[in-house]
């Protein structure tokens, strides 16, 4: 168990800076970002378009490399490591419930669950009882056109925990929800946190901000004091 760990800190990011360049032109989109998540905690990202929070997100999960600065994952160095490592990593300690969905098309809610469930740690939950977490019991023959908005909302968020995450990583996890889809939504997510994982979410939502236990405000690439 690392230092950090020790302190109960499972995600750390230390000066993070990540340069976009698209020929002469250069983007600064983070400019040193600095953030701990302790197991338990819920965090909340916000900021105005632009100014950093899905990259910052992408860097967090191991899915973008920053430039400069270093994230650990449960006393693990993510960044700077092949890719394949970060995947390893990413697999066994990271839930992701990004804007874009989760969930693979062609597949039912069971299969999507399990390919999750491909390089996560045991035991792992099963993919009917991550369904009857999310209230989506009995729907596991699904395939996500086959659901309604809500509804895919909570089966992207069954996928997001189907590794047993110790880091929980969301980009507006809320979106376009109707305020009954919301509320179970967060209530998941605390209660993942109770359970010990550290929780990150990107938000513009009030609702989300109000559920947070600390949050962060990033403008133009640097969270303001
Ligand atoms: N792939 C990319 N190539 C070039 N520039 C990029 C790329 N991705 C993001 N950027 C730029 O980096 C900056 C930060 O973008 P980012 O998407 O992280 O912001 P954001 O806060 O998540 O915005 P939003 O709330 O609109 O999603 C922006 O100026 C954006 O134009």
Known sequence: MSPAEREGDVLTARDLYRFYRAGEEETLALRGVSLRVRRGETLAVTGPSGSGKSTLL??????????????????ERLSHRPEADRARIRARRIGIL?????????LDLRANIRLAHTAARTPRPTPSALLDQVGLHGRGAALPRELAGGELARAGLAVALAN???????????GELDGTTEQRILELLRERAHNGAAV???????????????????RDGRSLP
Do not use: K, M
Request: proline share 5%; glycine share 8%.
């Open 58 to 75: 992408a860097c967090l999960a191991g899915l973008d490399e920053p430039e400069g600065g270093v994230v650990h994952v449960a006393g």
């Open 98 to 106: 990004l804007q874009s969905g989760n969930l693979l098309a062609h």
């Open 164 to 174: 047993d995450p110790d880091v929980l990583l969301a980009d507006e996890p809320t």
């Open 200 to 218: 990150l979410l990107v938000t513009h939502s009030a609702e989300v901000v109000r559920i947070a236990d600390r949050v962060i405000a990033l």
